[in-house]
């Protein structure tokens, strides 16, 4: 059985930094993509990050570039966002999410339960 | 970037009906789109890929189609295990999700 469990969330103040982790179990972890997406409060959902199968490939959403950071640990089957120079708006809960081929572009067809992260002062 | 609009926001039906949910996207995406569900409280739950593929254990009552720029999610007869928001979601150009659909109790 698939599982993708994070852990790491909490509350940070404006301008802090924060690193999200996912440990994935019950699939073949390197031969997938593997992404990160965000949910604000009573708001929709948000893409942030995707890695391809081999870490080189990493894509941002335009509000993440540059202050985000995906990486994967395909010998411990761990996904991890390293987040900074954090703001209000980026107050969400955070889903880990396995893409369903090891790069390009495609679907997310299993999504752990969550990461709450809360900015504030 | 490819823009992704749904309607309506939010949708009151009743338990048997037929509900349709569009999705709009703002240039030519194929077939690159799927549709999830979400629950309050929980992670959303992939339905529909290439915009008309169930899903491994998915009813058969969820139905997906369209191409191009123009997508519907069909439900042919509302259970209550059904009443959730939806997204479309299109995966042609990086990802890119739509606001969501309430479906509510009539």
């Not at chain 1, 570039?65 to 994967?72: D, L, N, P, V």
């Not at chain 1, 761990?78 to 369903?100: F, N």
């Not at chain 2, 929980?42 to 529909?48: G, T, V």
Request: glycine fraction near 10%; proline fraction near 4%.
């Amino acid at each position: 059985e698939v599982e993708l469990l994070e852990s790491g969330g909490g509350l940070v103040q404006p301008g802090g930094s924060l690193r999200l982790s996912c440990a994935a179990s019950g699939f073949t972890f390197s031969n997938y993509a593997m992404s990160w997406v965000r949910q604000a409060p009573g708001k929709g959902l948000e893409w942030v990050a995707s890695i391809g199968d081999r870490p080189i490939n990493t894509y941002y959403a335009d509000s993440m570039k540059g202050r985000f950071t995906i990486s994967r640990d395909n010998s411990n089957n761990i996904l991890y966002l390293y987040m900074s120079s954090l703001r209000a708006d980026d107050t969400a809960t955070y889903y880990c999410a396995k893409e369903t081929e090891s790069s390009g572009y495609y679907p997310f067809d299993y999504w752990g339960q969550g990461a709450l992260v809360t900015v504030s002062s | 970037d490819t823009q992704m609009t749904q309607s309506p926001s939010t949708l009151s039906a009743s338990i048997g009906d037929r509900v349709t949910i569009t999705c709009r996207a703002s240039q030519s995406i194929s077939t690159w789109l799927a549709w999830y569900q979400q629950k309050p409280g929980k992670a959303p739950r992939l339905l529909i890929y290439k915009a008309s593929s169930l899903e491994s254990g998915v009813p058969s009552r969820f139905s997906g189609s369209g191409s191009g720029t123009e997508f519907t999610l069909t439900i042919s007869s509302l259970q209550p295990d059904d009443f959730a928001t939806y997204y479309c979601q299109q995966y042609n150009d990086y990802w890119t999700f739509g606001q969501g659909t309430k479906v509510e109790i009539k």
